[in-house]
């Protein structure tokens, strides 16, 4: 299994700032994975992120917008870029081991 | 286009009565299905996958795919199944999950 930590859990932002959210994992994994969920909607996924190499973006997320940095095999970093009101959302780091992904606690993000 | 379907928002039984929970998916390859459950201040996590075929807190879930579809089923609901109820395509080779917007389960006494 694998046991994830995430920071913050909840934050209130300014629009126009920026806001840089922590994935902590208790073992190392090759993959890991950010998720989004808008008010009502389901999971979307923003990106994967391989350590050693650039993360992988869905159709529809830039990295300008969601830079991410996976400097180890077991951290992640997910960064919310120039924020609107329209990033208020649930996000969440996931990794998928042994046949399984397990997933954060999530971090609520509003702005305002 | 690749899509997972739910379209109960909302699934009130009361205890005892047999509960489904509705999944439709569209997938072009051999799909790999699960059942999230995120139980209230609790993190997403597993429930049971169309693999392993087994039954989990006495929930199952058949993959029918002639009618591409992965409903959870119980026959007899508890109130400790209230939770909001995921379902979840992974493609092929890639790990990433297409995931439906979720049905809330609530359990009446």
């Known amino acids: 299994s694998a046991v994830i930590s995430q920071k913050p859990s909840r934050d209130i932002c300014q629009r126009g700032t920026s806001l840089t959210i922590q994935c902590q994992v208790d073992?190392?994994?090759?993959?890991m994975f950010w998720y989004r969920q808008q008010p009502g909607q389901s999971l979307t996924l923003i990106a994967t992120?391989?350590?050693?190499?650039?993360?992988?973006?869905e159709s529809g997320f830039v990295i300008d917008k969601f830079p991410i940095s996976r400097p180890n095999l077991t951290f992640s970093t997910l960064t919310v870029s120039n924020m609107s009101p329209e990033d208020s959302s649930i996000y969440l780091c996931?990794?998928?081991?042994?046949?399984?992904?397990?997933f954060g606690q999530g971090t609520r993000l509003t702005v305002v | 286009a690749q899509r997972v379907t739910q379209p109960e928002k909302l699934l009130s039984v009361f205890k005892g009565a047999p509960v489904e929970l509705k999944c439709n998916y569209s997938?072009?390859?051999?799909?790999?299905l699960f059942w999230y459950v995120q139980y209230s201040r609790q993190r997403l996590q597993l429930l049971l996958r169309?693999?392993s075929r087994e039954s989990i807190k006495g929930f199952t879930a058949d993959l029918n795919k002639g009618e591409t579809s992965f409903h959870l089923k119980k026959p007899f609901a508890q109130e400790e199944d209230s939770a909001m109820y995921y379902c979840a395509l992974a493609t092929s080779g890639t790990y990433k999950y297409i995931f439906g917007t979720g049905t809330r389960l609530k359990v009446l006494a």
């Open positions: 997938y072009s390859g051999s799909p790999e």
């Open positions: 073992s190392q994994v090759t993959m």
């Open positions: 169309h693999i």
């Open positions: 992120a391989n350590q050693g190499s650039e993360a992988t973006y």
């Open positions: 996931s990794v998928y081991k042994g046949a399984e992904a397990f």
